[in-house]
């Protein structure tokens, strides 16, 4: 449930306030990063692509080494030359991929930052053209709800055989990931809602969501 502006506050306005940089101390400001999914699938290219160049050039220096280590000058050279050559097929798409994420940063840089504003009297957020807001007059009650979630990561392991033969063997590991944290709200009227927390730190942000409806309500003598 969202509720409409009331005479506490206009939540446009805060966030207006709040990216022109005048707003009151008692404000908490909470950015979100800056970015956008293509500047994140570029980037993310880019650490793919330099990681495969890595293990090319390990498996290189390898065959070089063993090949050296049998006294086969020719194949060695051969070894480094072909590397060489095949190096720059990644390192000209890193270069290119670099030209697009400058281009992406610039372009989501004159966007709106998402933020969250905690405040006195309730809490706004701005994320992808959109505005919400919670007003603490309106809740009853607010409960911290956490979810443990995993995630897996998948590694490579190279072995080199007898005959100088590369091969990566993959493995995959489940290890604990950041858990989805939200608020679970009780409205005045009986009705439930939940207020998401989508910037980071999420557990910081949602503890000081508590407590400033804490003290709001001891304030105004619930």
């Not at 206009?10 to 207006?16: A, G, L, N, S, Y």
């Not at 400001?29 to 980037?43: A, M, R, T």
């Not at 957020?125 to 998948?154: E, P, W």
């Not at 989805?180 to 439930?192: A, E, H, K, Y």
């Amino acid at each position: 449930m969202q509720l409409q502006p009331s005479q506490t506050f206009d939540p446009e306005q805060v966030v207006h306030q709040v990216w022109q940089g005048d707003y009151p101390p008692a404000w908490r400001v909470f950015f979100g990063p800056i970015g956008g999914p293509l500047l994140y699938l570029l980037v993310t290219l880019q650490v793919l692509i330099g990681m495969a160049g890595l293990l090319l050039l390990c498996a290189g220096v390898v065959t070089a080494v063993t090949s050296f280590a049998e006294k086969s000058m020719p194949d060695a050279l051969g070894a480094v030359l072909f590397v060489g050559v095949i190096l720059l097929v990644p390192i000209g798409l890193i270069v290119l991929l670099q030209r697009g994420v400058r281009g992406a940063r610039n372009r989501t840089s004159t966007k709106p930052r998402p933020v969250m504003v905690v405040m006195p009297e309730g809490v706004v957020a701005y994320r992808r053209k959109q505005t919400r807001a919670i007003f603490f007059a309106h809740i009853a009650q607010m409960q911290l709800r956490v979810k443990a979630n995993r995630k897996t990561i998948s590694t490579y392991t190279t072995i080199t055989g007898a005959n100088g033969t590369v091969s990566m063997i993959p493995s995959t590991t489940t290890v604990p990931a950041a858990p989805s944290i939200w608020l679970d709200l009780v409205f005045q009227g009986g009705q439930r809602g939940v207020w998401t927390i989508d910037n980071a730190p999420q557990d910081a942000i949602a503890q000081c969501i508590i407590e400033t409806y804490t003290q709001y309500r001891l304030q105004a003598g619930f």
